[in-house]
């Protein structure tokens, strides 16, 4: 089971990537073409945001809840703060 405090954080986390994939890409890629002329690192960067996404959102889909022991979410909740089983709030 997950403490409250671990689910805050990875809610926050994926959250945050989700929120900011986009200008952090964007604002990468004009970087980049100033600096280097390529749009290289921004993919780059773009990728390995998207792998952070992934394995920030499975690892809150895998949560468990700390009163009932169950999955804290289902999977057509977006970053829920009450347990989909028990009505836990955290
Ligand atoms: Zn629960």
Redesign the pocket.
Known sequence: MASVIAIRRVRAATVLLFVLAVPAVLGAAVLALKLAGTYLPALLLGAVWMLSFAVSATTLALLK??????R?IRFNWFFPRV??????RC
Do not use: V
């Open positions: 809840c700390p009163q009932c022991g169950q804290f347990c989909a089983r028990c009505g836990f």
